[in-house]
């Protein structure tokens, strides 16, 4: 019985020391943290070579513009029925959620038409 809490024990040591070490590379690379951010907004363009969407809106009399990269994980919808990339247009209200992927903005979801 001696020999069961003495190995249970080095177990549940080796868990915790385990835990700290991997606790220390969470800012390595470790773990991605990716959080997720909403914009909302008119398309101005969209690029399909590239696969970038650009859409603008007004705030406080100036004009914004954000250029988001999609990939093929991007799901768009209309009226919550599924859509293509290619059904996106100039002058389309949107709504998009996205997260910074280094330099880059990456669009998760898109959603056309208005909140």
């Not at 970038?52 to 988001?68: P, S």
């Amino acid at each position: 019985m001696k020999k069961v809490r003495v190995i249970v024990g080095a177990f549940i040591l080796c868990l915790v020391l385990s835990g700290f070490s991997w606790a220390g590379e969470m800012g390595k690379g470790g773990i991605n943290i990716q959080v997720k951010k909403r914009a909302v907004g008119i398309v101005s363009s969209i690029d399909f070579e590239s696969k970038t969407i650009a859409i603008k809106k007004t705030v406080d009399g100036k004009e914004l513009k954000m250029a988001l990269i999609y990939d093929y994980a991007t799901t768009v919808t209309k009226d919550n029925e599924p859509k293509s990339i290619a059904e996106l247009k100039p002058g389309d209200d949107v709504i998009v959620v996205y997260v910074r992927d280094g330099s880059n903005i990456l669009a998760k979801s898109i959603k056309i038409g208005k909140e």
